[in-house]
């Protein structure tokens, strides 16, 4: 099967496609048809030269979103030859990530796919989709409060504008660029703003893009959770009653439901551009040169 690895930490050329036997699964796994996945920022940071995400050893393959067909599935558990599945699926310690023809990944791990996309626009479900509600659940925004979004036009923060937007949250969405703001408020923002001096004064804040130059959008006792990289600043932290890192946890029960709001049309999937796995050093430079709506997928 062909595999997209990394076979040193450098820049995108050091992403080679390369040929692997197929998978063999262990117990409790199944074996998934890679039909799709994406690529996010984190597998970008991984690629990098002294990045603090290592993998366990190289060559290895990268990325974090699955969707796909099942060809074998243990019994009992519940999935079965032909089933269309998602999964979110980081890169294993000896190297098995998600740019693969062939995974095999705990079945307990699998979700369906959402059945009114196909599986190149639902593999961009996993890592944010999930990312963006655990961080909402963390935040806890009762209806009466203002949240702001940061990086409101991006994977994680265009689900989060959404998912919140549908329990009745007034949210505001911060974007890189105006030309982005028509968009998020398409997605469900009560407004979007591309100038953080002027956005306003928010009792919670979910922040993607790593803003803390702005300490001002945070009210006196509010609530802030980030999943950027970045050092929480101790101006934010005194302003704060709360703020705090968040980092994705696997939860395929959750992304079950998360596949239904699609289905149900209360979540839309963003695919910005799509490569076949042939062109994932093009595709690496297209998602590091931002700007976009949306994901980069993969087709496999
Ligand atoms: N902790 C975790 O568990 C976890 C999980 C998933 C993701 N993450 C992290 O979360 C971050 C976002 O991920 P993602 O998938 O949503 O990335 P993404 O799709 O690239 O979105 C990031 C968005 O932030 C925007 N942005 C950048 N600077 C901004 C600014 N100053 N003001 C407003 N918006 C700004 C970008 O706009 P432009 O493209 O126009 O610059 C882009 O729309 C990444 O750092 C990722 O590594 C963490």
Known sequence: MKIAAITAYGGPEVLT??????PVPGPGEALVAVVASTINPV??????????????????????????IVITAP??????PGDRVIAMHPPTPDGAGSWQQYA???AARLAPAPESVDLLTAATLPLAGLTADQALARLDV???????????????GGMAVQLAAARGIKTAGLVSRPEHEPAVL??????????????????????????????????????????????????VNQRAAGADHNYVQHDPRRLRELAGLVDAGKLVLRVAESYPLSRIEHAHRRAE??????????SL
């Open 289 to 298: 040169a931002g700007g976009m709506l949306g994901k980069v997928a993969l």
């Open 104 to 106: 095999a990944i705990p």
């Open 17 to 22: 496609i390369g040929d692997v036997p197929t």
């Open 75 to 80: 019994s009992g558990s519940g999935w079965a």
């Open 186 to 235: 398409a997605l469900g923002a009560a407004s979007a703003h591309s100038n953080p001096v002027t956005a306003g004064e928010f009792n919670a804040i979910f922040d993607t893009a790593g803003i803390f130059e702005h300490p001002h959008l945070l009210r006196e006792g509010g609530r802030l959770i980030t999943v950027s990289d970045d050092t929480i600043p101790e101006g």
């Open 142 to 156: 009762r209806e009466h409060e203002r949240l702001l979004v940061t990086g409101a036009g991006g994977g994680v």
């Open 43 to 68: 597998d970008v940071k991984t690629r990098m030269p002294g990045t603090p995400q290592q993998v366990g050893s190289l060559p290895a393959v990268l990325g974090w979103d699955i969707a796909g």
